[in-house]
């Protein structure tokens, strides 16, 4: 069954010094896992920093699609009939099914990777209509040299996704580029469905030296699927979500989600202060972390090096 998780009611602004006035924001996710939790968590604390309190002035409504992409059609239909101040999709496929539900309520996204292609602006520079939000692109060349580093014999990585996202196409053409510039090989493993995971990740053992996950919705809600792979094959694990890290990849450089949420805030707030979203310029995220885990480059069969761990902002033990 789909989540509904409802916070607060509105409530008439008291006399006197209140800070903001009465909002409405309706915040869904095409799933729940660590990252785009955090964002919907970094949405609401920037506006109750900003003066929505929820209880208070906000009323802030949650919804998750549980990975199905009909469900985050039907959630973006039952938000456009309720008229909130501003929706706020969490990945592309919500922002997708957000865009395609109203041409009217304002649309701030989150953690979408490439907003032009997947149709919801124009381009970042000027959006137009009613969409803007911010961008996670990943910095994709970055984990090609991390996967070099950590596996110097690497020839071929796997690259398990969903081709049902957007976003995780968008990233493959990315990611065959930089790594055929080092002179590397991609090898395929779709996934179009979490119970798929598993299967994906053992088509590639015998074919790649390191595997890597994209920022997908998709593969990153059957994580444990792929880490199970990957030590029972000594076959290193990247991944281009830090919040995976914890859960079992041995290292990604990524984005702070929560902090990404922070910057939809600032978005959002614009908007709530009566700012077109058309004629806000698509945000990019800011910042990235080095995050390893050495316990689980131990069970899959890698050591790291002094370079990666001294650099490291978090090292899991």
Known sequence: MRKLLVIAVASLLMSGSAIAQSAKVAVTAIVEHPSLDAVRDGVRDGL?????????????????AQ???????????????????V??????????????????????FSA???PVAAGL????????????GVSDLTPVADHVA?????????????????????????????FKKAAEAEGLTVVEAMANKTADVQNAARSLVGKVQAMYVPTDNTVVSA?????????????PLISGDTDSVGR??????????????????????????????????????????????????EAQGVTLPDSVLQRANKVIE
């Not at 009909?70 to 008229?83: D, K, N, P, V, Y």
């Not at 014999?153 to 990315?174: R, T, W």
């Not at 290292?251 to 929560?258: I, K, L, M, R």
């Open 67 to 85: 990975g199905n992409p009909a469900t985050a059609a039907q959630i973006a239909r039952e938000f456009a009939g309720s008229s909130p101040d």
């Open 121 to 132: 602006v124009k381009s970042n520079e000027a959006p137009g209509a009613n969409v803007t």
């Open 223 to 235: 994580f444990e699927a792929l880490v199970g792979v990957a030590d029972e094959n000594d076959l």
């Open 48 to 64: 109750e920093e900003a003066g929505y309190k929820v209880g208070d002035n906000l009323e802030f409504i949650y919804e998750s």
């Open 112 to 114: 979408v990777t490439d």
């Open 146 to 174: 991390l996967i070099k580093e950590i596996v110097p014999d690497v020839k071929a990585i796997g690259f398990v996704y969903n081709p049902g996202e957007a976003n995780s196409v968008v990233l493959l053409e990315m």
């Open 248 to 297: 079992g990849a041995i290292a990604a450089v990524g984005f702070d989600y929560y902090q990404v949420g922070r910057q939809t805030a600032d978005v959002v707030l614009r908007v709530l202060k009566g700012e077109n979203p058309g004629e806000i310029p698509v945000t990019f995220a800011s910042g990235s972390d080095l995050v390893v885990n050495k316990k689980a480059a």
């Open 87 to 108: 929706i706020v999709p969490i990945a592309t496929p919500s922002a997708q099914a957000a865009a395609a539900a109203t041409r009217t309520i304002p649309i701030v």
